[in-house]
């Protein structure tokens, strides 16, 4: 089986690494970049979390028509409450589904309970069941979501989702590894089908591993259904997992307004070391590939090496363990010539990195081009 270069890299046990490792690619075997974002999280759905403020409280529900809808409420409980919230809705007809229906398919209305077990597995924990209603066919139009509150619930999450929606809300964040100082970029893509959505308000919220929220950060429209923002540092210098919500409100290509609630993350480093300039170097047999490195965090990295030629096919590997002290060190790996094959060292591109184990996370990369 062919392996591109990062995921055979990545793959690799690095416990079964007792010395340096080289090796040669596959012929046909096609050097890949790493990923600058996640894959773009695509909605067709809009969440919010309404406190409890009073015994009662109204949520509208925009529909952009032509799909079916599912209506989710999931209560936050106060201690060990395991109160149900009684919804009620009220269509643009004026039909009503009372919470004590169960509807039909002749109404095109239904409600359906959830169990905790069934929820599970979303990481939806609450106690007590959460109800879904089931629109079988929306207009494009607002329905109305009336909620009863119980006093041991908090408040409750509405999720409305139309699965079969033209209107779609691409969302992600870079980049995916993001050293200290690095700029974030948030983008979004809205469209109805194959039309971009232009003049929507579409904004982002950062959250740190810790779940902190940030203020929110509005996205301009770069382009037709388009929109991005750049984000010279992020809110606190925490390193881990940073999720980030987007939201949108917009009307789509036949005039009906819609929200949208989409997501990204991006892994923040710990910076634990800055790398200089990768040289490369013939000697006897061998290309020594040398990388300068000022080490922030002491700790068991692994330098890894892949050699590509000028049509960035795979050519050779290496890869090394090394227990590094704080500090100014030299990173150095040595391939033999012969896994070269028939490309020259003059003409290789070089990408050099250097990874945590312990701590884990990337260090940082750096790229040569020899030819």
Do not use: C
Not at 88 to 106: D, F, H, I, K, Y
């Amino acid at each position: 089986m062919k392996k591109n270069a990062l995921a055979l890299l990545l793959t690799l046990a690095p416990a079964a690494f007792a010395g340096d490792v080289t090796g040669r690619f596959d012929a046909g075997t096609k050097y890949e970049e790493p990923a600058a974002h996640a894959p773009a999280n695509i909605s067709r759905m809009f969440a919010r979390s309404i406190p409890r403020t009073a015994a009662n409280a109204k949520v509208e529900i925009p529909a952009a028509g032509d799909s079916g809808m599912i209506i989710w409420t999931i209560p936050a409980h106060r201690g060990n409450g395991t109160s149900s919230v009684a919804a009620r809705l009220v269509t643009p007809t004026g039909a009503v589904l009372q919470p004590n229906e169960r509807g039909s398919v002749e109404r095109g209305l239904r409600r359906f309970q959830l169990d905790p077990a069934e929820t599970s597995e979303l990481g939806v924990t609450a106690p007590g069941a959460q109800e879904v209603l089931h629109v079988m066919r929306t207009a494009a139009a607002s329905y109305q979501l009336e909620l009863d509150l119980p006093q041991d619930i908090d408040g409750v999450t509405v999720i409305a989702a139309e699965p079969d929606s033209p209107v779609t809300f691409a969302t992600w964040a870079a980049p995916l590894s993001r050293q200290p100082g690095e700029p974030v970029t948030l983008h979004a893509e809205l469209r109805d089908g194959d039309t971009a959505i232009e003049g929507a308000t579409v904004t982002a919220r950062l959250a740190s591993p810790n779940g902190k929220a940030f203020a929110s950060v509005p996205l301009a429209e770069v382009a037709p259904g388009v929109y991005s923002a750049t984000v010279a540092d992020l809110p606190e210098q925490t390193a881990g997992a940073w999720q980030i919500r987007f939201e949108a409100d917009g009307k789509s290509a036949k005039g009906a307004r819609f929200l949208r609630t989409g997501s990204g993350e991006l892994v923040a480093e710990r910076g634990s070391a800055r790398l200089g300039k990768v040289t490369t170097e013939v000697i006897g047999d061998v290309l020594r590939v040398s990388l300068p490195a000022d080490v922030a965090i002491a700790g068991t990295y692994r330098f890894d090496v892949i050699l590509a030629d000028g049509a960035r096919n795979g050519v050779a590997w290496g890869e090394a363990v090394r227990t590094l002290d704080r500090g100014a060190t030299s990173l150095s790996l040595e391939i033999p010539l012969s896994h070269l094959g028939t490309t020259r060292p003059e003409d290789l591109f070089l990408d050099a990195r250097l990874l945590g184990l312990d701590p884990m996370g990337v260090a940082g990369r750096v790229t040569l081009e020899l030819n």
